[in-house]
């Protein structure tokens, strides 16, 4: 499977729309005027372009160009963390600069919030959730993710952008019911199976890495990626930034259930990355099967990072409260976050959502001897 690549050093439209032409070729034929096309971006949360939290803006608006060219119909779409209602979604389309772009294109922004259970009988994990309809009812479904690191799961990438289609706050569900990030890693990739989008191209001109997928550093890393295969693409994108495919619950799953026999394919531009710099919360490894459940579990938590609150740069908004899967969360006297950590889930909901980096991932004592 061709996994293709295009060095990008900025957004300058006149530099990414070529490259963006490029990169769609493979899918040319699927382009037919009169059809809808659903662009499904990564919206994490309420944030300008430069913070490299979203897709960016100039990426989108060269997808949505070429489509259009071609007679298509381009609805922008995705579900946000925290609650999934109309002044909300609208507010990040402007901060991440999606409002300009329909605009300037044509293309439309989605405002229909509906979706419909889904019943997935091959599914590893959850056999019945919601998905959004406007992806549900797409003739083409093209994945633009963001690359970022990612707390629980190492790397966010083709597979996990994914998740988006899921609506509102009931993605925190899905966390509560698989806390461990092997078995979500699973169920990231049933959701990626089911949606089956027709192509994947990757934003990776200015990456995250570090504590990911909001609160890590800006990275230059200079690149445009794309695949038919989401698990091709994340696979040669982890390669290219330096993770081990080990430390990715979503590549790990992708390998067992077999959908990484075919060889990857890199073509295009040769590109050298510095090594993206891991969440904190990165496993030291998973433990070997041989281990007993019951001490398994133990160091397993033993060694599981957790979110620590800053309460000085709290603003006392109460997003990851009202985030929490677990529900581990409440808001003290002060308006400042309390955390129940016996039964914290370690998904880092809240530290995703956290608008002024007021959470940051602090590691166990024990799991930083061990990386040491």
Same mark, same amino acid.
């Given at each position: 499977?061709n996994?293709?690549?295009?060095?990008? *050093?900025?957004?300058?439209?006149?530099q990414?729309? @070529?490259?963006?032409d490029?990169?769609?070729?493979?899918i040319?034929h699927?382009?037919?005027?009169?059809?809808?096309a659903? #662009? *499904?971006?990564?919206?994490? &949360?309420?944030?300008?372009?430069?913070?490299?939290?979203t897709?960016?803006?100039v990426?989108?608006?060269?997808?949505?160009?070429?489509?259009?060219?071609?007679?298509?119909?381009?609805?922008?779409?995705?579900? @946000?963390?925290? /609650?999934?209602?109309?002044?909300?979604?609208?507010?990040?389309y402007?901060?991440?600069?999606?409002a300009?772009?329909?605009?300037?294109?044509?293309?439309?922004?989605n405002?229909?919030? $509906?979706?419909s259970?889904?019943?997935?009988?091959?599914a590893?994990?959850?056999?019945?959730?919601e998905?959004?309809?406007?992806?549900k009812?797409?003739?083409?479904?093209i994945?633009?993710?963001k690359?970022k690191?990612?707390?629980?799961?190492?790397?966010?990438?083709?597979?996990?952008?994914?998740?988006?289609? =899921?609506?509102?706050?009931?993605?925190?569900?899905?966390?509560?019911?698989l /806390?461990?990030?092997?078995?979500?890693?699973?169920?990231?990739?049933? =959701?990626?199976?089911?949606?089956?989008?027709?192509?994947?191209?990757?934003?990776?001109i200015?990456g &995250?890495?570090?504590?990911?997928p909001?609160?890590?550093?800006? =990275?230059?890393?200079g690149?445009?990626?794309?695949? #038919?295969?989401?698990?091709?693409?994340?696979?040669?994108?982890?390669?290219?930034?330096? =993770?081990e495919? *080990?430390?990715?619950?979503?590549?790990?799953?992708?390998?067992?259930?077999?959908?990484?026999?075919?060889?990857?394919?890199? !073509?295009?531009?040769?590109?050298?990355?510095k090594?993206f710099?891991?969440?904190?919360?990165?496993?030291?490894?998973?433990?070997? $099967?041989?281990?007993?459940?019951?001490?398994?579990?133990?160091?397993?938590?033993? !060694?599981? $990072? *957790?979110?620590?609150?800053?309460?000085?740069?709290?603003?006392?908004?109460?997003?990851?409260?009202?985030?929490?899967?677990?529900?581990v969360i409440? &808001?003290n006297?002060?308006?400042?976050?309390?955390?129940?950590?016996?039964?914290?889930?370690?998904?880092?909901?809240c530290?995703? !959502?956290?608008?002024?980096?007021?959470?940051?991932i602090?590691?166990?004592?024990?799991?930083?001897?061990?990386?040491?």
């Amino acid at each position: 499977m061709n996994v293709a690549f295009r060095a990008a *050093k900025e957004y300058e439209l006149t530099q990414v729309q @070529p490259l963006i032409d490029d990169l769609l070729q493979p899918i040319s034929h699927l382009m037919m005027a009169g059809k809808t096309a659903v #662009l *499904k971006v990564n919206l994490l &949360m309420k944030a300008a372009p430069e913070r490299a939290i979203t897709t960016h803006p100039v990426v989108v608006e060269a997808v949505a160009n070429h489509l259009i060219d071609r007679g298509m119909n381009v609805i922008i779409a995705d579900s @946000p963390g925290g /609650p999934f209602i109309a002044p909300v979604l609208d507010s990040i389309y402007r901060a991440s600069g999606l409002a300009g772009v329909a605009e300037r294109t044509g293309a439309e922004l989605n405002h229909d919030l $509906s979706s419909s259970e889904t019943l997935l009988d091959g599914a590893e994990k959850l056999h019945r959730f919601e998905i959004l309809n406007v992806v549900k009812q797409a003739d083409l479904v093209i994945n633009l993710p963001k690359c970022k690191t990612h707390g629980m799961m190492t790397y966010t990438g083709a597979v996990k952008n994914l998740f988006g289609v =899921i609506p509102g706050l009931t993605k925190a569900n899905h966390h509560f019911r698989l /806390p461990s990030r092997l078995d979500f890693g699973d169920h990231l990739v049933d =959701i990626a199976e089911f949606v089956q989008a027709d192509f994947h191209l990757m934003d990776g001109i200015v990456g &995250m890495e570090g504590d990911g997928p909001s609160g890590g550093q800006l =990275i230059q890393s200079g690149f445009l990626a794309a695949s #038919l295969s989401p698990h091709h693409l994340d696979r040669a994108v982890c390669q290219l930034i330096g =993770i081990e495919e *080990k430390l990715v619950p979503t590549l790990l799953a992708a390998i067992r259930r077999g959908f990484l026999n075919e060889q990857t394919q890199v !073509i295009g531009d040769t590109l050298r990355v510095k090594p993206f710099v891991l969440p904190k919360s990165a496993p030291v490894t998973f433990l070997p $099967s041989w281990v007993p459940e019951g001490l398994h579990h133990r160091l397993a938590k033993a !060694i599981r $990072s *957790k979110p620590d609150f800053l309460h000085k740069k709290c603003i006392g908004c109460a997003k990851c409260a009202e985030i929490c899967p677990a529900q581990v969360i409440t &808001m003290n006297q002060d308006r400042r976050p309390e955390c129940d950590y016996d039964n914290c889930i370690s998904c880092f909901c809240c530290h995703e !959502i956290c608008p002024v980096k007021a959470i940051e991932i602090k590691q166990s004592f024990l799991g930083s001897l061990l990386k040491k």
